[in-house]
């Protein structure tokens, strides 16, 4: 039984559509939806991906209902941060109390309740990844960008060194300093140049291409940190070789190079352990949260050990980051996952691997299922597969994202149940069939 089916939702109609199989009633984008995207549109930046034609109306658990009252299966979370299911009535209830009582302050100038027991809270978790674990400190953000940002700053500030490394296939997001680091596609770093200086990528997965590069482009005491995905995002859902992160932070400590996580996409419980890093034990130095923290309200935070957080008052702040509201929300999402959202997804993850992995098996669209808890990656042909599969769940009924160049990307909400796993699973292999069939366009 989940905290969902535990916990009463409060609105009637909510609770219903949680409980609702997917149902399309006209194909999508149906009438409703067409005439607000196009009034919405001209308004909009362009620079918005709008995968596929969805306008959203609500949504409840892993059910999305559209404008139109189509209702789809959630298999990608509002890109891996619904991680309590949509509106959780433990989390929309303590937003709802939060609100009553105090929206903003401002946590860089003032103390209010929630800032300080969520960073403990964080500090106890992060004492869980490994025996070495530290006292750890948090600064809160409202965004992963953010968080990484602060990193940046902080690795730099500690350390009086300017070089960073990151990997080819990792993404950390898009403002200007985490897109230096940002190396999944080149369209993100298209015309934004020049970024930062003393950013260098080495391959992911291999560290030993860390070492080439302080021997050709990088000397090693120049670097401030190494800054990794513990598994690949958006770059492809790819778990490295086992001995990937140990080396690194092998490499590092040699160094004195400081070992940063990003676990904005496989934190909070996302790869059936609260942190990646809890699957090999490897304790970073720095560690990167958002998306799942809040299940979708804007909290992100960036974890250090506290002998690294040597910044004096100023040095780094936000107006809004930590708002008491979405702390609330923090606080409550973390209770569930900690309760057991974390374990159901490392139990329903299997599930659905195990699932995909048996319904695609001789599936000549596919090449390989991966991926660890709730972070599956499908690998398809070819990117224009992948697209018109995406694309064909849609119009079905099932919501999924692509990654990498040529993958979809699995990352229902936590909540999810064994049947649903076997139900998405099941027609995610009937679109691959029927795609493949009638042929993508080349
Ligand atoms: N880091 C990783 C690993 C991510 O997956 C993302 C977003 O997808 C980010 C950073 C950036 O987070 P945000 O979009 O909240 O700025």
């Not at 004492?127 to 070495?132: A, M, Q």
């Not at 098996?361 to 090449?367: C, F, I, K, L, M």
């Given at each position: 039984m989940t905290t969902a089916d535990t916990q009463p939702i409060r609105n009637p109609a909510l609770a219903a559509l949680a409980a609702q199989p997917i149902s399309i009633v006209t194909e999508p984008p149906g009438p409703r939806a067409k005439e607000m995207i196009a009034r919405a549109l001209p308004y909009l930046s362009p620079s918005l991906i709008h995968c596929y034609p969805l306008m959203v109306q609500r949504a409840s658990g892993c059910m999305v209902e559209d404008v139109d009252g189509n209702i789809y299966f959630d298999a990608e979370a509002g890109v891996a941060t619904a991680s309590t299911g949509h509106c959780h009535p433990a989390v929309a209830a303590a937003i709802a109390a939060q609100a009553e009582v105090l929206i903003h302050i401002c946590g860089t100038d003032f103390h209010y309740p929630g800032y300080g027991a969520i960073c403990a809270k964080l500090d106890e978790l992060a004492?869980?990844?490994?025996?070495?674990a530290h006292h750890w400190q948090t600064f809160l953000t409202n965004s992963g960008t953010e968080a990484v940002e602060a990193a940046i700053k902080l690795v730099r500030h500690h350390t009086r060194r300017q070089g960073l490394i990151a990997f080819r296939g990792g993404f950390h997001g898009r403002t200007l300093g985490s897109l230096s680091l940002?190396?999944?596609?080149s369209k993100y770093r298209r015309r934004f140049g020049p970024l930062l200086p003393g950013v260098f990528h080495a391959k992911y997965g291999d560290a030993d291409s860390v070492e080439e590069l302080f021997g050709t482009v990088a000397s090693a005491d120049d670097v401030a940190a190494i800054i990794v995905e513990p598994v690949l995002g958006e770059g492809g859902y790819v778990v490295p070789p086992a001995d990937f992160l140990p080396r690194l932070r092998t490499i590092a400590d040699r160094h004195g190079i400081l070992l940063v996580f990003d676990?904005?996409?496989?934190?909070?419980?996302?790869?059936?352990?609260?942190?990646?890093a809890e699957h090999t034990g490897v304790v970073p130095d720095v560690m990167l949260l958002a998306k799942g923290i809040a299940s979708g309200m804007p909290l992100g935070a960036m974890i250090a050990r506290r002998e690294l957080m040597t910044w004096p008052p100023g040095s780094h702040g936000s107006t809004i980051a930590g708002n008491p509201v979405a702390i609330a929300a923090g606080l409550a999402t973390i209770e569930l996952l900690d309760n057991e959202l974390v374990a159901n997804s490392a139990r329903v993850g299997d599930t659905l691997r195990t699932a995909l992995s048996a319904k695609l098996?001789?599936?000549?669209?596919?090449?390989e299922v991966r991926g660890v808890g709730l972070m599956i990656g499908v690998e398809l042909m070819t990117p224009e597969l992948a697209h018109a599969i995406a694309n064909e769940c849609f119009k079905r009924g099932l919501l999924v994202l692509e990654c990498g160049s040529k993958a979809i990307r699995f990352s229902p909400p936590?909540?999810?149940?064994d049947v649903q796993a076997v139900a998405i699973a099941d027609l995610f292999a009937a679109v691959c069939r029927e795609v493949r069939a009638i042929g993508a366009p080349a």
């Open positions: 004492r869980r990844i490994g025996p070495n940002t190396a999944s596609k676990e904005v996409q496989s934190g909070m419980g996302r790869t059936g352990k609260m942190f990646a098996r001789g599936e000549p669209a596919v090449t936590l909540i999810i149940n």
